[in-house]
């Protein structure tokens, strides 16, 4: 269930057919349009804290966190996954 959360907030702002090969671009890319409220929704996911323990730490290490998190989840994969089943 959490899986297929995090994939409908990241999937709003990665399109597959068009990935940028550059790790860098890729992240930036999401960093850019997505919402700090769902920026928080997602790392809290994946790191399995609460939206309140996550605005309590440093702005770097929630950061680091989302990254760290986007390569476990394999968030590339997922959100295939996620769009294959018509969301």
Same mark, same amino acid.
């Given at each position: 269930?959490?899986?297929?959360?995090?994939?409908?907030?990241?999937?709003?702002?990665?399109?597959?057919?068009?990935?940028?090969?550059?790790?860098?671009?890729?992240?930036?890319?999401?960093?850019?349009?997505?919402?700090?409220?769902?920026?928080?929704?997602?790392?809290?996911?994946?790191?399995?804290? @609460?939206?309140?323990?996550?605005?309590?730490?440093?702005?770097?290490?929630?950061? @680091?966190?989302?990254?760290?998190?986007?390569?476990?989840?394999?968030?590339?994969?997922?959100?295939?996954?996620?769009?294959?089943?018509?969301?």
């Amino acid at each position: 269930m959490d899986a297929f959360h995090l994939a409908s907030i990241v999937s709003k702002y990665v399109d597959i057919a068009t990935l940028s090969e550059d790790a860098v671009d890729f992240i930036q890319g999401i960093v850019e349009k997505i919402s700090p409220q769902e920026f928080i929704t997602c790392v809290s996911i994946m790191t399995d804290k @609460t939206e309140e323990d996550v605005k309590k730490e440093v702005s770097l290490e929630i950061l @680091t966190a989302f990254i760290e998190g986007l390569k476990m989840n394999q968030i590339i994969s997922l959100i295939s996954f996620y769009k294959n089943f018509g969301f």
